[in-house]
């Protein structure tokens, strides 16, 4: 007896999926990824099973096998997907697996898979296999364009003999030796695209690649780490935990974000920023000749966002010099969103900072200011500084002050935010309060 025997819908609706052209078929597994929907196309009818071949994607999700209690291993059922397929472009495993599992996978797909995405689990299973590791495993597809590595551990060199067509390579959430970092990225010497987040164990990084165009690097532990980067084409440099930074090509540098949440950052490196658009800083600590370094650089800046809380040298925090106004903002002509918090802000309130100031001064490109108030010291020259901002600021038409963590229960704090109240009140087209 057929399965569908008394069930008329179901047979018009197998007729109709049976007469489908086949470019459709093809077409419709095709955009499929996700192993269950591919597994369940599979039961639609033998003709749908025979296109198999012409799925490009398989996506293999953390519980893919949570509650499978079938006798064959995951390892051999992802292989059967795996093989099945006859020209696999993308594979994407986030479920447990072995060493010698994913040997048979990359086997059965090196000369099609383009690319690969892999939760390693290594950390917690401290690669207890025998023979190769997973990410020796890695070395027989040659024709990777994208390799994505989630919890990776990296403390031995991996046997690569080299990735040519490797253009990206993200590592996320692993633990990494000097060495062993430098050997693989020397085996991907064209990579355009550069991630790792949430790495630890890196003391020392020089990346050396001719081709790099974004690059984004997070680093734990410290904040003691030292980082070269040398690409002519780097457009965008992103960098967490490192404390000295030299990147001698910038001239196509356009973004640029530096930041260290636990230690301090003492030096900063770089080449002309003749072409950088957005500018970050961010950090407990800078020494105040790596602000004004990297400040007196970035002439060009359209984009500035300054949270760092300090500066001095070592252990000492000292808040920052006296910033001259007018000097700033003609050194930073271009410059049309600028999000002040803190200490920057108060450095451009002390005595002098607006003794330049006079009716012709101009900045003339400004349009958007967010300023972090956190003290209601020096608040005279503080509202000085706003109306300054507000007269000379042609094309301002957003300003945004931010009051955060301002002890209320001092007087003076009331009268502070008693003034800024009315400030905003006069400027009210312009100014909000948060």
Same mark, same amino acid.
């Given at each position: 007896?057929?399965?569908?025997? $008394?069930?008329?819908?179901?047979?018009?609706?197998?007729? !109709?999926?049976?007469? #489908?052209?086949?470019?459709?078929?093809?077409?419709?597994?095709?955009?499929?990824?996700?192993?269950?929907?591919?597994?369940?196309?599979?039961?639609?009818?033998? !003709?749908?099973?025979?296109?198999?071949?012409?799925?490009?994607?398989?996506?293999?999700?953390?519980?893919?096998?949570?509650?499978?209690?079938?006798?064959?291993?995951?390892?051999?059922?992802?292989?059967?997907?795996?093989?099945?397929?006859?020209?696999?472009?993308?594979?994407?495993?986030?479920?447990? *697996?072995?060493?010698?599992?994913?040997?048979?996978?990359?086997?059965?797909?090196?000369?099609?898979? /383009?690319?690969?995405?892999?939760?390693?689990?290594?950390?917690?299973?401290?690669?207890?296999?025998?023979?190769?590791?997973?990410?020796?495993?890695?070395?027989?597809?040659?024709?990777?364009?994208?390799?994505?590595?989630?919890?990776?551990?990296?403390?031995?060199?991996?046997?690569?003999?080299?990735?040519?067509?490797?253009? /990206? =390579?993200?590592?996320?959430?692993?633990? #990494?030796?000097?060495?062993?970092?430098?050997?693989?990225?020397?085996?991907?010497?064209?990579?355009?695209? #550069?991630?790792?987040?949430?790495?630890?164990?890196?003391?020392?990084?020089?990346?050396?690649?001719? =081709?790099?165009?974004?690059?984004?690097?997070?680093?734990?532990?410290?904040?003691?780490?030292?980082?070269?980067?040398?690409?002519?084409?780097?457009?965008?440099?992103?960098?967490?935990? %490192?404390?000295?930074?030299?990147?001698?090509?910038?001239?196509?540098? /356009?973004?640029?974000?530096?930041?260290?949440?636990? $230690?301090?950052?003492?030096?900063?490196? *770089?080449?002309?920023?003749?072409?950088?658009?957005?500018?970050?800083?961010?950090?407990?600590?800078?020494?105040?000749?790596?602000?004004?370094?990297?400040?007196?650089?970035?002439?060009?800046?359209?984009?500035? *966002?300054?949270?760092?809380?300090? /500066?001095?040298?070592?252990?000492?925090?000292?808040? *920052?010099?006296?910033?001259?106004?007018?000097?700033?903002?003609?050194?930073?002509?271009?410059?049309?969103?600028?999000?002040?918090?803190?200490?920057?802000?108060?450095?451009? %309130?002390?005595?002098?900072?607006?003794k330049n100031v006079d009716s012709s001064f101009v900045i003339p490109c400004l349009t958007e200011v967010a300023i972090t108030v956190r003290s209601p010291l020096n608040a005279e020259q503080k509202m000085c500084t706003l109306e300054s901002l507000v007269k000379h600021g042609t094309r301002l038409n957003s300003m945004v002050i931010k009051i955060l963590q301002m002890k209320s229960s001092h007087s003076s704090a009331d009268d502070f935010f008693e003034e800024i109240c009315k400030f905003r009140?006069?400027?009210?087209?312009?100014?909000?309060?948060?």
């Amino acid at each position: 007896m057929h399965l569908a025997d $008394g069930y008329p819908l179901f047979d018009k609706m197998l007729q !109709r999926m049976e007469s #489908l052209p086949e470019a459709v078929v093809q077409f419709i597994l095709a955009q499929l990824s996700s192993a269950r929907d591919v597994a369940s196309c599979k039961c639609v009818s033998k !003709r749908w099973k025979d296109s198999m071949p012409y799925v490009c994607s398989l996506y293999f999700p953390r519980n893919s096998f949570e509650n499978y209690s079938g006798v064959e291993h995951p390892d051999s059922l992802i292989w059967k997907m795996v093989s099945s397929v006859e020209r696999l472009e993308e594979l994407v495993v986030y479920c447990p *697996f072995s060493c010698i599992g994913l040997a048979s996978w990359l086997m059965a797909a090196d000369q099609s898979l /383009t690319s690969l995405e892999l939760r390693m689990d290594s950390l917690l299973e401290h690669e207890a296999c025998l023979g190769p590791s997973k990410l020796d495993c890695i070395n027989v597809v040659k024709n990777l364009s994208s390799l994505k590595l989630w919890g990776a551990l990296m403390t031995d060199s991996p046997k690569w003999d080299g990735f040519a067509k490797l253009q /990206t =390579l993200e590592i996320v959430g692993a633990r #990494l030796e000097d060495a062993a970092l430098s050997s693989a990225l020397q085996s991907c010497p064209n990579l355009t695209n #550069l991630l790792l987040l949430g790495c630890e164990g890196l003391r020392s990084v020089s990346i050396e690649l001719p =081709l790099l165009e974004q690059c984004k690097l997070d680093f734990y532990g410290a904040g003691n780490c030292s980082l070269s980067v040398v690409s002519s084409k780097i457009r965008s440099l992103e960098v967490q935990g %490192c404390s000295w930074i030299r990147v001698p090509e910038t001239q196509c540098l /356009t973004h640029l974000s530096i930041s260290n949440n636990a $230690g301090r950052v003492y030096k900063v490196d *770089f080449g002309k920023l003749s072409v950088l658009e957005f500018l970050s800083i961010r950090g407990i600590q800078w020494c105040w000749d790596a602000i004004s370094s990297i400040l007196q650089l970035a002439t060009e800046v359209k984009h500035l *966002f300054m949270k760092v809380e300090f /500066t001095g040298d070592y252990e000492t925090l000292q808040p *920052f010099p006296e910033i001259d106004f007018v000097d700033f903002f003609n050194s930073h002509r271009k410059l049309e969103k600028f999000d002040i918090h803190g200490a920057m802000f108060a450095g451009l %309130c002390q005595k002098n900072s607006l003794k330049n100031v006079d009716s012709s001064f101009v900045i003339p490109c400004l349009t958007e200011v967010a300023i972090t108030v956190r003290s209601p010291l020096n608040a005279e020259q503080k509202m000085c500084t706003l109306e300054s901002l507000v007269k000379h600021g042609t094309r301002l038409n957003s300003m945004v002050i931010k009051i955060l963590q301002m002890k209320s229960s001092h007087s003076s704090a009331d009268d502070f935010f008693e003034e800024i109240c009315k400030f905003r009140y006069l400027h009210r087209k312009i100014v909000r309060i948060e």
